[in-house]
């Protein structure tokens, strides 16, 4: 069965700085996606960033880009210039050729932008 | 605008009093998924639906019921809640083919 581990509960970065959010995922497939999404409180969760296990250039989106380490099965991710906006939990999650379309999350990274 | 709505965003219910949430979804899309999210921990799915195709994961509870009546709209039933089942659930849809899951907002449910 494939897991994501995000070792790092809590985070905290101050406005304009770069932070790095860590996952590391197991799995035998070749095939799969990486997701991260933010869950704001008592929001909704929305997509971040997405890469496909094939490509092999990191994903970017604005302020928001990510490390793909396949062989290292590390997938993290960096934020630039922080807002506070930013302030969420961020959840890895993975989605392989043979899960179906399900996801599997990691534990989640709690993120604090202090002013 | 085209989004998955939850209802309702809060519920107190009664130790074994069933209970049931819903979600409305107005992209069209063919799968639907119930998720629970306890507190402080990653959500873990429940089951899912293709089209009307339900698929139940191993490790559900069989105190935990679905119906998916029409593309729109799938419910999640709670037959008899108990403490453990205290949690934020979270309906998501995704188009077959796509990876992205849209989620709702989710429904914080507490058991008293």
């Known amino acids: 069965a494939q897991t994501v581990t995000q070792s790092q509960p809590e985070m905290s970065v101050q406005e304009a700085e770069t932070v790095t959010l860590s996952c590391t995922y197991d799995?035998?497939?070749?095939?799969?996606?990486l997701f991260w999404y933010k869950q704001p409180p008592s929001r909704q969760m929305i997509l971040v960033i997405r890469?496909?296990?094939?490509?092999?250039q990191n994903a970017t989106e604005n302020r928001f880009s990510v490390n793909f380490q396949k062989a290292a099965k590390s997938f993290s991710l960096k934020i630039s210039d922080s807002q506070l906006g930013d302030a969420a939990m961020y959840f890895c999650?993975?989605?392989?050729?043979?899960?179906?379309?399900?996801?599997?999350f990691g534990e989640g990274t709690q993120l604090t932008v202090n002013p | 605008d085209a989004m998955v709505i939850q209802n309702p965003r809060y519920q107190v219910t009664q130790f074994g009093k069933p209970v049931t949430l819903s979600c409305s979804q107005t992209?069209?899309?063919?799968?639907m998924y119930w998720y629970q999210q306890k507190s402080s921990q990653a959500p873990k799915l429940l089951f899912h639906?293709?089209?009307?195709?339900?698929?139940n994961e191993a490790d559900t509870p069989d105190n935990f019921q679905s119906r998916r009546p029409n593309t729109s709209f799938c419910f999640l039933d709670i037959r008899s809640p108990g403490l453990g089942d205290a949690a934020m659930y979270l309906c998501?849809?995704?188009?077959?083919?796509?990876?992205?899951?849209?989620f709702g907002q989710g429904t914080r449910l507490t058991v008293v």
């Open positions: 998501a849809t995704s188009r077959v083919g796509q990876a992205r899951h849209f």
């Open positions: 799995t035998s497939e070749s095939d799969y996606y």
């Open positions: 890469q496909e296990a094939y490509k092999q």
């Open positions: 999650a993975y989605r392989g050729e043979t899960s179906g379309s399900r996801l599997t």
């Open positions: 992209l069209n899309h063919n799968v």
């Open positions: 639906y293709y089209d009307k195709d339900f698929n």
